[in-house]
């Protein structure tokens, strides 16, 4: 049983690994004006529920099957990402929005978070592949 919990933690955690890598090169796209706010915030939203669920599914499997450490560690980055998809003001599009993208260094803020996602999901990577092994 729990060589299948790892097994599809690892899988998510790749597809995570690949959302990240997404994230980054559509925003950086963006920086350097090879698209508009406009496509870059509608292919980023697109991707913004199936990270939550995916992310969301792994820390409860987690504690599911009663890993704490590795829950605890999905936790907060779980949270995170619930939090900033509730707190979406009204009448913009999503978590990303076309209209405030350039505003108040919000493009540098979310590459920030894309870079730093990603380094977490590098390490949680290594984490399932060594707890499929034991």
């Given at each position: 049983?729990?060589a299948?919990?790892?097994?599809?933690?690892l899988?998510d955690c790749?597809?995570l690994?690949?959302?990240?890598v997404?994230?980054?090169?559509?925003?950086?796209?963006?920086?350097?004006d090879y698209?508009?706010a406009?496509?870059c915030?509608?292919?980023?939203?697109?991707?913004?529920?199936?990270?939550?669920?995916?992310?969301t599914?792994?820390?409860v499997?987690?504690l599911i099957s009663l890993h704490?450490?590795?829950?605890?560690?999905?936790?907060?980055?779980?949270?995170?990402?619930?939090?900033?998809?509730?707190m979406?003001?009204?009448?913009?599009?999503?978590?990303?929005?076309?209209?405030?993208i350039h505003?108040r260094?919000?493009?540098?803020s979310?590459?920030?978070?894309?870079m730093?996602?990603?380094?977490?999901h590098?390490?949680?990577?290594?984490?399932?592949l060594?707890?499929?092994?034991l």
């Amino acid at each position: 049983m729990e060589a299948v919990v790892f097994v599809f933690s690892l899988l998510d955690c790749c597809a995570l690994i690949f959302l990240s890598v997404y994230f980054i090169i559509t925003l950086s796209d963006l920086e350097c004006d090879y698209i508009n706010a406009r496509s870059c915030c509608s292919k980023l939203n697109k991707w913004v529920i199936p990270e939550l669920v995916g992310h969301t599914l792994v820390t409860v499997l987690m504690l599911i099957s009663l890993h704490w450490f590795i829950f605890l560690l999905n936790l907060p980055v779980a949270a995170w990402n619930i939090y900033r998809y509730i707190m979406v003001p009204s009448g913009n599009m999503g978590v990303f929005d076309p209209t405030e993208i350039h505003n108040r260094g919000q493009l540098k803020s979310h590459m920030k978070e894309a870079m730093i996602k990603l380094g977490f999901h590098l390490l949680c990577f290594f984490m399932y592949l060594y707890s499929v092994q034991l």
